[in-house]
């Protein structure tokens, strides 16, 4: 699989301008987790390979362009800001799951406290989804250079994933560039195979309405 990067970034787009943004994008990212894991670290990485150490912790959303398989891909991602207020922590916006066609969730390997955000933020995805349709999710434990300063195992991880019906990747933004490019990579691929998925559950619907529509107009007559 041939991977190709042409960065189109627009960091600090306002959110007015996503609408304008939604006409050419063809999925909408959206990173979240608690403060200081490492959101804007991977973002930044996946966009220009770069890990520059410190980040302004501001709202950011990013327009982006990359060639998969010599098909031409447009997104954008949310790189989002926690709330300093441990009770909003697990907030997720209406208006955030309604922009969002899939979901990063991020959390440190060494801070026990993102992992429960994460958890709490999967919940409440999954509660309100409901409402708008799925999302593919992929959760990722950052900071995996800080062994020693670890507090959650891989495995919990990888069990929160699996009973959750997430992917799960558990990577050092700070180390390489390879796992930030592995997890857009592959929720992109989620995006797709979850959009054609539902278009073809919808023609089935269409069908089964056409069909009843007969059918029933039958029996009264
Ligand atoms: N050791 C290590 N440090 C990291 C890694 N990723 C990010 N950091 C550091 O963690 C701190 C927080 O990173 P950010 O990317 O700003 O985290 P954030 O989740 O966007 O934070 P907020 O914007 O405050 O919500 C910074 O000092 C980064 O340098 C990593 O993989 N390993």
Avoid at 74 to 102: H, K, M, Y
Wanted: aromatic share 8%.
């Amino acid at each position: 699989m041939v991977v190709q990067i042409s960065n189109s970034q627009q960091p600090h787009t306002k959110m007015s301008d996503i609408s304008h943004q939604q006409q050419k994008v063809e999925a909408n990212i959206l990173v979240l987790g608690a403060e200081n894991v490492g959101k804007s670290a991977l973002t930044v990485r996946f966009l220009t390979r770069r890990f520059i150490g410190e980040y302004v912790g501001t709202e950011s959303i990013y327009t982006h362009n990359v060639r998969v398989d010599g098909r031409e891909t447009f997104f954008s991602i949310w790189d989002s800001v926690c709330p300093q207020n441990p009770d909003l922590q697990t907030c997720v916006s209406e208006e955030q799951l309604r922009w969002a066609d899939g979901f990063i969730l991020v959390y440190s390997i060494c801070d026990r406290d993102s992992f429960n955000v994460v958890r709490q933020q999967l919940q409440r995805i999954r509660q309100l989804k409901k409402r708008h349709g799925a999302a593919p999710i992929i959760i990722v434990g950052n900071k995996r250079d800080l062994q020693h300063r670890r507090q959650i195992s891989s495995e919990e991880g990888r069990l929160l994933a699996i009973s959750s019906d997430c992917d799960f990747f558990e990577i050092s933004a700070a180390e390489a560039y390879h796992g930030s490019l592995v997890v857009f990579h592959q929720l992109l691929e989620a995006v797709r195979e979850n959009r054609s998925s539902s278009k073809k559950t919808a023609g089935i619907k269409g069908i089964v309405r056409s069909v009843s529509a007969v059918f029933g107009k039958r029996r009264t007559e």
